[in-house]
C-alpha cells in the first residue's frame, strides 16, 4: 500500500495547475481511503509570525481545533520539538486535545521548509496503537514531496 502511494503522492503533487491547497487536500483524500487506519488526515501551517498552527486541508470529520497554540497538544508539542510524535494511545497523554472520543491514536510528522518547521502533517486513528515506523518513514516521505512545492 505504502509502495503505491510514494508513487501516486508525487504525481499528484506536481500538478502545477491546482493550487497548493488543493493538491495537499488531494493528497489527504488519498490516505484518508486508502490507509485503513487514517481516519482523519490533516495539515497544519505556522500561523505567520504567531506562536500558534493554523488548520490546513484535512479529510475527515469537522474539527473545532483550527488554531493550536505551540506547546498545547500532540501538534503544538511538535511544532517545538522538531520532533515526531507517535502517541499510542491518546488516553494515556497528559497533553493531549481530544477531536473525537472515537480517536485512539495520533501520529505528528514536521514539515520543514529549508530547515525550518513549517507546519506539519497529523494523523488521527480509531484504532489502538496502529501507527508503526513504517508509517513514520511514509508521512517523513510525504512531507518531503510537499516541501518540494511549496511556495
Known amino acids: ?15 502545477s495547475e491546482l493550487k ?16 485503513p487506519h ?10 505567520g509570525d504567531k506562536e500558534e498552527l493554523k488548520l490546513g486541508p484535512y479529510a475527515g470529520a469537522p474539527t473545532d481545533h483550527t488554531i493550536i497554540p505551540f ?8 511544532a517545538v520539538s522538531n ?3 507517535v502517541v499510542p494511545d491518546v488516553q494515556a497523554q ?3 486535545i481530544a477531536c473525537s472520543i472515537s480517536v485512539k491514536a495520533e501520529i ?21 496503537d496502529p501507527f508503526t515506523e513504517e508509517d513514520e518513514r511514509f508521512l517523513e516521505f510525504v512531507n518531503l514531496e510537499v516541501a518540494k512545492i511549496w511556495v
Open 38 to 47: 487514517y481516519d482523519w488526515v490533516g495539515f497544519y501551517f505556522k500561523n
Open 108 to 128: 505528528v510528522v514536521p514539515l520543514f521548509i529549508n530547515g525550518e518547521n513549517i507546519g506539519q502533517i497529523d494523523i488521527d486513528s480509531n484504532t489502538p
Open 71 to 78: 506547546g498545547k497538544g500532540i501538534c503544538g508539542q511538535v
Open 83 to 85: 520532533q515526531n510524535f
Open 1 to 15: 500500500m505504502f509502495d503505491r502511494l510514494r508513487k501516486e503522492i508525487p504525481i499528484l503533487l506536481k500538478r
Open 20 to 35: 497548493t491547497d488543493i493538491r495537499l487536500q488531494q493528497v489527504c483524500e488519498l490516505l484518508k481511503n486508502s490507509v
Open 94 to 96: 497528559d497533553n493531549y
